[in-house]
């Protein structure tokens, strides 16, 4: 299997990429906020993590190799597909990390694609994953009564951002905004 590729960047559309290894190309699926990071015609080292079904041989690529651990834990859920599993690794440890620790599933909820059966099942898979391998969730705090409550994330869904843009405006929030109403204001001006 591939683990990684070693070359230059060439963006396609949003969430997907080229990476031209001595000539060719490998087309790879990443989470926004790794395709965001990249630059165009940038050399890039990309873990990769390689799905391979019966009808199907699919690249996924990550900046870290934690982030490839955190999306193949994912995917081996029920329920959890690829796709699902890169809106997952786009959203920011902390948020994550929040929903495990004030045992929140309605955090989860606010992202796309995620029911309230399979945030459910979601929170627990995430808490046993953190008991197992708190090394996946390296780079996120949790943090009890931040800004990441479902209120203000889904004021800003309901105006048609999307939920990895939401998590990406709360993550550089200041701290001392404590209303929903401060964060969601603070939000829109960074969206």
């Not at 699926?29 to 199907?56: C, F, K």
């Not at 834990?73 to 902390?94: F, K, W, Y």
């Not at 009890?144 to 843009?165: E, K, M, N, P, V």
Request: proline letters at 3%; one cysteine or more.
């Amino acid at each position: 299997m591939i683990s990684h590729l070693r070359g230059t960047i060439g963006k396609t559309h949003p969430g997907d990429a080229t990476v031209d290894v001595n000539g060719v190309g490998y087309h790879v699926s990443l989470p926004l906020n790794v395709w965001d990071e990249l630059i165009e015609g940038a050399t890039a080292l990309v873990h990769i993590s390689t799905y391979v079904r019966e009808d199907r041989f699919d690249l996924f690529g990550f900046l870290d190799a934690h982030t490839k651990e955190l999306f193949e834990s994912l995917i081996q859920l029920n329920g959890i597909g690829p796709r699902m599993g890169l809106e997952l690794c786009a959203v920011p440890r902390s948020i994550l990390l929040q929903a495990v620790h004030e045992n929140d599933f309605s955090l989860l909820m606010s992202i796309k694609g995620i029911g309230k059966k399979t945030a459910e099942k979601l929170l627990l898979e995430l808490k046993s994953l953190a008991e197992k391998h708190p090394h996946v969730f390296e780079g996120g705090t949790a943090e009890t009564g931040s800004r990441y409550d479902a209120d203000t994330i889904a004021a800003l869904t309901q105006l048609g951002f999307t939920s990895s843009d939401v998590m990406r405006a709360l993550e550089n929030l200041p701290k001392e905004l404590s209303t929903t109403e401060e964060r969601v204001t603070a939000a829109l001006r960074s969206l």
